[in-house]
């Protein structure tokens, strides 16, 4: 089984600050991990994914996360932070690239409220 | 570039009518996925198929139905809507690329 701990459901940071948004996820096999963002009564936007290659990944919008295996986790961050970021964000974990029988397992999820 | 597509993104809707939520992909890849999001909460899967003919009940109970005659079309039913059924539904395909469609809010007065 598989699952994912969003540490705070709410993550307020001033315009230029680091984003830091925590995931730690458990999987009994080597998982792919993926990062979501989510704009008020919008569907879901991938912003990066992780399927064991580089452990630095890149994605949209100046995001990056870093998995580590050691720690089980995959926290997302961004440099600088801009008013356009504030949104809901979603980790998810699959054992399976395509998604599997059980498709993708969700953390609660983020809320990232940009400070002007 | 390939597409999910739902409709519809919004329905107000009394209780005990039929409704059918459509979703479908130019892909034309077999894995397709539901998943329902109350306000403010995580997403769960309540459907999933394989492909054609074949679908699967997800981790979260769901009195909605599914089905895949299809590769391009994956809709979702409920046959008797009840306002605890209010929530958003999402359909995704290959989501290893991360393609969601734009989800359908439904409220069942």
């Known amino acids: 089984a598989q699952s994912v701990t969003q540490l705070g459901s709410h993550v307020s940071v001033s315009e230029g600050a680091l984003v830091l948004l925590r995931c730690n996820y458990s999987?009994?096999?080597?998982?792919?991990l993926f990062w979501y963002v989510q704009y008020p009564n919008q569907g879901l936007q991938l912003l990066l994914k992780y399927t064991s290659a580089a452990t630095l990944v890149k994605g949209i919008n100046g995001f990056e996360a870093e998995f580590k295996k050691s720690e089980t986790s995959f926290h997302l961050t961004k440099p600088s932070a801009h008013m356009s970021d504030a949104a809901e964000y979603f980790c998810a974990v699959s054992e399976e690239s395509g998604g599997g029988a059980d498709g993708l397992t969700f953390g609660k999820g983020t809320h990232l409220i940009i400070q002007p | 570039e390939a597409d999910i597509y739902q409709t519809p993104r919004y329905l107000v809707i009394g209780t005990g009518k039929k409704i059918t939520l459509e979703c479908s992909q130019t892909m034309g890849h077999d894995k397709m996925y539901w998943y329902q999001q109350d306000p403010g909460m995580e997403l769960h899967l309540i459907h999933y198929s394989y492909g054609v003919n074949s679908t699967e009940k997800g981790d979260l109970s769901s009195e909605s139905t599914v089905s895949r005659i299809r590769t391009e079309h994956f809709p979702l039913t409920l046959e008797s809507a009840r306002p605890s059924h209010t929530s958003q539904y999402l359909c995704?395909?290959?989501?290893?690329?991360?393609?969601f469609g734009p989800g359908t809010r439904l409220t069942v007065l």
């Open positions: 999987s009994s096999v080597p998982p792919y």
């Open positions: 995704a395909n290959l989501l290893v690329r991360g393609f």
